[in-house]
């Protein structure tokens, strides 16, 4: 890495912004990479994720990379693959599932790593909050925003490809939704596998 993107980063791991709201402490988890092609734009790190300090090292990274259709190599290694959560620390669980991302750290980080990032081919837009900030065109709902995928050079770049959360709490959801498994991931899979042949 560039040694203003090594520098970026320790800044970034040291951050304490939200030290007072989080409920297990500051642990940012991100990764990243100049050369990388494909960006995930997730949500904020689970409890599990927080304990060992890996993105996506959890059942919703599993169903990612298998919609992905990508090995774990490939989704670690952070030349190809950069993951930047909206929040990069747990931020504790609410009545219905974990709480929203803090949005200090979006404000603070987001722009200065995007700025990192001269080679991307894919953004890989995954939730509301993440949707909100890279499409803030697309509509409130994840659902009308995921479906608009399949019309995406109409809709907004095609560079970005809208996706629900894959945590298993979104199981109804995909079980309402089976034009999601018929139709965009297979887009999603040649997406990701045209991104990956470029970074060759």
């Known amino acids: ?118 080679d991307l081919a894919l953004t890989l837009v995954i939730g509301q909050y993440a949707q909100a900030y890279h499409l803030p065109d697309a509509s409130t709902s994840v659902t009308r925003t995921v479906a608009q995928t399949l019309s995406h050079s109409q809709q907004h770049p095609a560079s970005m490809i809208a996706l629900p959360h894959p945590s298993p709490r979104n199981n109804l959801w995909l079980r309402k939704n089976p034009w999601f498994e018929t139709e965009v991931i297979p887009y999603l899979r040649r997406q990701v596998q045209k991104a990956l042949r470029a970074s060759c």
């Open 1 to 118: 890495m560039t040694t203003s993107l090594v520098t970026l980063c320790a800044q970034v791991r040291a951050c304490t912004l939200c030290a007072a709201h989080l409920p297990l402490g500051p642990r940012p988890v991100l990764q990243i990479h100049e050369k990388a092609r494909i960006l995930i734009a997730g949500q904020a790190p689970g409890r599990k994720v927080h304990a060992s300090g890996i993105p996506f090292d959890d059942a919703s990274g599993d169903r990612l990379r298998a919609w992905m259709g990508i090995s774990k190599e490939d989704f670690y290694d952070e030349t190809k693959v950069a993951i930047l959560p909206m929040g990069f620390c747990y931020p504790g669980t609410g009545t219905s599932g974990d709480l929203p991302p803090r949005p200090e750290c979006a404000t603070t980080w987001r722009q200065p790593l995007l700025q990192q990032l001269p």
